[in-house]
């Protein structure tokens, strides 16, 4: 595509520190920085890549935001996805083209615009959300993105174990689930989701990791869970000066993933004996009467609020 800036196009600019401001086009308007006012007419009609200098001497670099620059400056309600994790879920949950996935809660629709890219024209995404006001907030975000409601996507208000169970949505290839309690909807997902299909989950403290994993491993009808975080740091790289930067975002959530097994066929009971130490009083004694771990409940719930920030501020 070598299509020159023209209004409407969300343009990022950037100045020689690297500061970066997102800018919508628009014929005759003007836009100020500290640095000066950069005219938008001088924008319009140059490529990508080109560089404009504010009434202050300050050259900017433009280019047309990336996704990720888009999620990181849009409007929020919820805390959205951070681009590393939204990068790491289209690729371990094994987004598709094609794919019909259900994803809940949408949020702030950040996730939304990633799966929608994944799956392209063919496939189809169904969010699911249940506060009326972060559902609005997904939907603009989501069509400011896109340019118009995209006609494969759904967006639903409403709890996702509700809306799923029975609910008119046939089977689907994957379920992406950011929610405090995954773990309320894995029967729900059990349901939904194909054989083979895969069950991804974005939860923000090891409580909510444990509960999650262990329900997925008590239901029978998943594979064994995988768990992971991604640390993401970046290098200064100038002349014999190359290390790790010297900030990053130390936590923002982890992933679990586990595989829908085909119908009727109960996953195989782990070899591996767990770790001593790793249950307690009534929870080994469980174990030893050939109780599943997660037929117990090991965790207390958390209340209904966000777990912490996942990103940085915007
Ligand atoms: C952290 S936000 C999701 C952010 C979103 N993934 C994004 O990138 O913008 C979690 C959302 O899940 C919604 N939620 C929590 N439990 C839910 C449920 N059982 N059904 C549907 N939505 C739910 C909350 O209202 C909240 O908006």
Redesign the pocket.
Known sequence: MNRVFAPGDRVQLVDPKGRRHLVVLQSGQRYHTHRGIVDHDALLGLPEGSVITSTKGTPYVAFRASLAEY?LAMP??????YPKD?AMIVGYADIFPGAVVL??????????CWLLRAVGERGAVVS????AD?AAV?RRNVVRFFGSPPPNWHLVV????D?VAPGPLRRVDRVVL????PW??VDAVARLLAPGGIVCC?VATTPQLGRTVESLRAHGAFAEPEAFETLLRTWHVEGLAIRPDHRMIGHTGFLVTARRMADGVPAPPRRRRPAPGAWSGDEAAGLLAGVRPGDLDPVAGTD?V?AGP?TPAG
């Open positions: 999620v929020r309600g919820a805390a959205v996805v939204a994803e809940a809660g949408a949020g702030s629709g950040a996730l939304t699911v959300e249940r506060r972060f997904a409403g709890d996702v174990t809306v950011d929610m405090l309690d309320t909807a974005y209904d966000d996942r």
